[in-house]
C-alpha cells in the first residue's frame, strides 16, 4: 500500500521546489539513499545529505540533522527505518519544508496523517527514482 496520490507525487516532483534533503544520505554508495540522491541531481535536484557523519556527498555539505541546515529546504526524502521516520517528518515540518518523502519500506501512517495535517504535501512507501521517469 502506497501513501499519496499519482497527483501529489507529480507535483512533489515537478512543483514543490528544488532543494531535497536526504536524510539518511552517507557516502555509501551501496546504499539505496546514494543512488536515489544521484538521480535526483541528475533531475536538476539539489540534494542536502543529512545524517549523523555530516559527510559531504555527491559534491554536497552534508549536516547532521534537518535543523542544522542554514537555508531552506523543499522536499524532505527520508531513509531512515520506519520507527525513526516520524520523528523526522516532524522536524520537517518544523524546519518548513513544503513536502515530505518516505522512501519505498518507511511507513508511519501516524506520521502521514500528521504530516498531512500541517500542510504538507506527502508520500509515503515510494521512490522519486521510480517515480521521475513516468512523469
Known amino acids: 500500500m502506497s501513501y499519496g496520490d499519482d497527483a501529489t507525487v507529480r507535483k512533489i ?14 557516502t555509501n554508495t551501496a546504499r539505496a539513499a546514494y543512488g536515489v540522491a544521484r538521480v535526483l541531481q541528475r533531475a536538476g535536484k539539489r540534494i542536502v545529505p543529512v545524517h549523523p557523519k555530516a ?8 549536516y547532521a540533522s534537518l535543523a542544522e541546515i542554514p537555508f531552506p529546504v523543499d522536499v524532505v526524502d527520508v531513509f531512515v527505518n520506519s520507527e525513526l521516520a516520524g520523528g523526522v517528518a516532524d522536524q520537517a ?8 518523502w518516505f522512501q519505498l519500506g518507511v511507513v508511519d501512517e501516524a506520521a502521514f496523517d500528521r504530516t498531512l495535517a500541517a500542510g504538507l504535501d506527502m508520500v509515503m512507501d515510494r521512490c522519486p527514482a521510480i517515480e ?4
Open 132 to 135: 521521475l521517469p513516468r512523469l
Open 55 to 62: 559527510e559531504t556527498v555527491l559534491g554536497e555539505q552534508g
Open 13 to 26: 516532483l515537478t512543483s514543490s521546489g528544488d532543494t531535497w534533503a536526504v536524510v539518511g544520505l552517507s
Open 93 to 100: 515540518v518544523a524546519k518548513g519544508a513544503k513536502a515530505v
